[in-house]
């Protein structure tokens, strides 16, 4: 790596302004980097007692990546771990339904005939993470700015203290810690949303787990079977295959780092909201008894995986809650802290980013530590509408198996309704920074005065109203639509 990738981005003059950040997931780490960038001074602190070195893959688009090109480490660093898949649908016995697609961004109306825009060098290809490489990536580049992530502290209470412009935690052990700012970035189990809506909001089951890993590609590739059913698309791009019966969803896909799986299934016993929570494979066979149909070489892939590499995490829910700040403004919540999302959205990690650059570049826009609040409010109000809209795709993706399911059947289709969804314009078009630098003051001048405001980061002519998880639900098994007015392929 040459001396220019490890060059730092121009760091923005001091704000004199102390943040306190409560979580070392990605949405914690990106907000770290993107703060230190604007001029604040950033303290990270995790409840885990090591670096995050299990789970399997997530996506994460031209929204997050943009911010990259201003940190040329991360820049490099993403090319070297990242890869671009195609997809094919299979039925639960491993029987290909549909031929293999490229999963580029270019998602329109009209499908296959979406022109493809160029954004600031970006390429139009799905960009595939393997969670723990990605998140070494983002602490080797905090630590190359100075920033050491502090282990062990768990924060169980949240407070703010207005008249001192002050807010902080109290961990497990009863120490205090304060700063000017606390951002909760503690995911779905923190205890911030006490002084966001006033009480503690526990996330409800939905009744499916799923177990997902990754592992080293080497103990599959001695297996010529494994190989060869586990094959490159026709470009020589890794091949994500994805297995579909009615309730049940399984993937696999295996590039030049790793073979990942994960099996979508109905809560078990073991099931936790952890990324730490490590099951058997025999876990696994017994119970999804479908399994028994698979052919050998799909049995060898589950079985063949580390003792404790594998994950069973329960898919909870919270519906979309409107306030992510404290009555002060002086906490604030990014990532699964103030919003769920389903794996089958593809959002959950990109959407983390998303807030943490645009929370950066709020604060940098306030510009001293008395206008905190409305930074933080004015944040919030950005970014609600544009996160309650993904987070309704990806439910409607569970329900409906990919958009595959329809009155109970599933008729395969290479790029269903709700994944064109996922991968239309106004998804990966978006650059967070920009919008909070255009959007800010006419924002903020609604949340004082009143004044209408029109969020530009949802679907065209989008009109959001409030929903929930069983309201989305019903709609879809009445038939119904779950009001996805306006236009969301383009």
Known sequence: MSTQDHALPLRESPLGISVLIVGGGIAGLMAALEMWRQGLDVKIIERAPARLTAGDGFTISHTAMRAFNKWPYLKQKNKEITWNPWLAW????????????SMNFTATKDNEKGAYEETD???????????????????????????????????????????????????????????????????????????????????????????????????????????????????????????????????FARNDFEMGWSITHKKAKSSSESWSKAVSVEDVFESIPEMNDWPGYARRVIELTPKDKLLDFEMVWRDPQPIWTSSSGLVVQIGDAAHTFLPSSGNGANQGLEDAISLAKCLRIA???????????????????????????????????????????????????????????????????????????????????????QSTNIPHGHVCKPWTFESV??????????????DWES
């Open 121 to 251: 060098g970006l390429s139009p290809e799905m960009h595939r993470h393997s969670r723990p490489r990605f998140h070494l990536m983002l602490e080797t580049q905090l630590e190359q700015v100075g920033i050491k992530i502090q282990y062990g502290h768990r924060a169980v209470r949240y407070f703010e203290t207005p008249e001192k412009h002050t807010a902080g935690v109290e961990l497990d052990d009863g120490k205090i810690l304060e700063a000017d700012l606390v951002v909760a970035a503690d995911g779905i189990g923190s205890h911030s949303t006490k002084i966001t809506i006033g009480e503690e909001v526990r996330a409800r089951s939905t009744g499916i787990s799923i177990y997902r890993t990754s592992y080293p590609v080497e103990i599959v590739n001695s297996d010529p079977e494994i190989v060869e059913k586990f094959g490159n698309a026709p470009n020589g791009s890794p091949l994500i295959q994805m297995w579909m019966t009615d309730g049940l969803f399984a993937s």
């Open 90 to 101: 299979h039925n639960f016995k491993g029987e290909r339904v549909t031929e293999p697609v």
């Open 367 to 453: 510009g001293k530590k008395e206008n905190i609040p409305e930074a933080t409010k004015v944040h919030n109000k950005l970014r609600y509408e544009r996160v309650a809209c993904l987070q309704k795709i990806g439910i409607c993706n569970q329900v409906t198996q990919y958009g595959h399911k329809d009155k109970g059947v599933l008729n395969y289709t290479p790029r269903p309704k709700y994944l064109r969804m996922l991968m239309a314009p106004w998804t990966w078009k978006h650059d967070p920074e920009n919008y909070a630098e255009a959007k800010y003051h006419e924002a903020l001048g609604a949340l004082k005065d009143g004044t209408p405001f």
């Open 473 to 486: 639900i019903k709609a879809m098994e009445d038939g119904g639509d779950a009001d996805f007015n306006g």
